[in-house]
């Protein structure tokens, strides 16, 4: 497994921690949290660090946030012990419930990280990681009051080692192929993915694709110089279908530190990042408005 994936990190982790004892009956201590996004008070347009303490804890690597369309159901992946999981929370008689682990392979796979919950609600695609089947992309669909037991992904994009899906509006999806170190694309085919294409961008990977197609988000190194840091940046695809150049998301998201790992919410008006500032080089969870793509999108198009 590449260590470019950043996914499956070993963290000591104390076994006081969060997400150590998020399966417990005990939840007395957990804060009530009410209202969308969390309980979270929404960002403007400087980040802010997403559910501190309880999402983004000190000392433990976490990301991939995504949320189900509806907002009433959260996912995010922490790396816990040197192994990755799923947690979820559900919004439930208007209080979001204290995290805990899906376990959506049921311990048959070791890791299980990058959800993402599908903009018709109706599947979760996650990847795995496991030494005798390294980094897979499955799925679960949504039963009435659960989901269905994994299904590993039958398509040409698990013939490599890939990883980070995203699904786009139409149900094509997006992901990155680890093997050969680029952004990928399967078109959905009445369900099926019977074709893995390049998506043609210049550089960047551990991208998001926006549900109408119409921009990527990836992380990269600055000016594509593998002796700096990463930032996030974005291509608008062009009238001809192309995609614009790579734009830097600017100081309003980038800093001099590393930042990575970009998903948005299904209703287009957050972006989450990692950024690694904490001590030791673990990120923290941000957030922030998309208005920042947005004056991007009309600067780019307007010059």
């Known amino acids: 497994m590449k260590v470019t994936t950043l996914l499956i990190l070993t963290c000591t982790v104390s076994l006081l921690s969060v997400f150590a004892q998020a399966d417990s009956e005990n939840t007395a201590s957990f804060p009530i949290l009410e209202g969308p996004y969390f309980g979270q008070k929404t960002p403007g347009l400087t980040p802010e660090i997403f559910a501190p303490g309880i999402v983004s804890v000190d000392g433990i690597y976490e990301g991939d946030v995504t949320f189900s369309p509806?907002?009433?159901?959260?996912?995010?992946?922490?790396?816990?012990?040197?192994?990755?999981?799923?947690?979820?929370?559900?919004?439930?008689?208007?209080?979001w419930t204290k995290p805990k682990k899906a376990n959506f392979t049921k311990g048959k796979i070791s890791d299980e990280f990058s959800p993402f919950v599908s903009l018709s609600g109706k599947r979760i695609y996650f990847a795995t990681y496991d030494p005798i089947a390294p980094l897979k992309i499955w799925y679960v669909n949504r039963l009435v009051d659960s989901w269905s037991d994994a299904i590993l992904l039958d398509s040409p994009i698990n013939n490599d080692d890939v990883v980070r899906p995203t699904e786009a509006k139409s149900g094509d999806l997006y992901y990155v192929n680890e093997s050969k170190g680029k952004m990928y694309y399967a078109a959905n085919k009445n369900g099926k993915f019977p074709e893995v294409r390049e998506v043609g961008i210049a550089y960047g990977s551990l991208g998001f694709i926006s549900p109408s197609q119409d921009f990527l988000l990836v992380e990269a190194h600055k000016e594509n110089d593998k002796s700096k840091d990463k930032d996030i940046y974005v291509y608008f695809k062009k009238k001809d279908g192309t995609w614009s150049i790579p734009i830097n998301l600017g100081n309003a998201v980038n800093s001099h530190y590393r930042e990575g790992g970009p998903t948005m919410t299904p209703d287009g008006k957050y972006l989450f990042f990692n950024r690694y500032n904490e001590k030791g080089g673990l990120p923290n969870i941000y957030w922030v408005s998309t208005e920042i793509i947005s004056q991007l999108k009309t600067a780019y198009f307007n010059k």
């Open 70 to 95: 509806d907002l009433d159901e959260m996912y995010f992946s922490p790396a816990i012990k040197g192994h990755s999981y799923v947690y979820f929370s559900k919004l439930e008689n208007k209080k």
